[in-house]
């Protein structure tokens, strides 16, 4: 019914049998289970190697590994220090910062930065603020881009 290795479907399913899909079916959730464990291992490996290495690239004949960084997140107990640089009105007006609020049925919202728009003010303040974004950056998670030498078909695993 269906090809273990390449996942192709070699028959007409509207003529299976309920049961034969449904053990179909089960067997494969298990066969993609251990494919994505094993592609998990190859996946640490290749990164601890690079690692190894100090590299973020590795080429061969035929694909070129890539590690790329995730988008990165903030420390927003950090970011409070800009409060002693940039003044909390400033901050506001520039959509940079949200104070801790309560809307509709009394929720909760907790302060917090806009960092895209926090980034222009901290430039304009110098390095102080720049050191306070910097120190409250907290990188994203890595992942391994695999692509053949002619850039079709890249295969990207988020890891670490």
Not at 85 to 103: C, G, I, M, N, Y
Not at 138 to 150: I, Y
């Amino acid at each position: 019914m269906v090809n273990e290795v390449t996942g192709e479907i070699k028959e007409d399913l509207t003529k299976v049998q309920m049961e034969a899909l449904l053990g179909n079916f089960y067997g494969l959730e298990s066969l993609i289970t251990g494919l994505r464990d094993e592609r998990g291992r190859i996946e640490m490996e290749v990164m601890r190697r690079l690692s190894r290495d100090g590299a973020t690239e590795t080429v061969t004949e035929e694909h070129v590994g890539t590690i790329r960084e995730g988008s990165a997140t903030y420390d927003h107990g950090i970011l409070m220090g800009m409060m002693e640089v940039v003044s909390q009105a400033d901050l506001e007006a520039a959509a940079a910062f949200t104070p801790e609020h309560e809307r509709r049925e009394m929720v909760h919202y907790r302060a917090k930065f806009n960092v895209a728009k926090l980034k222009p003010i901290a430039k304009r303040r110098g390095t102080v603020a720049m050191d306070i974004i910097e120190r409250a950056r907290l990188p994203g998670s890595r992942r391994l881009v695999v692509e053949t030498k002619g850039g079709s078909d890249p295969a990207e695993t988020k890891g670490e």
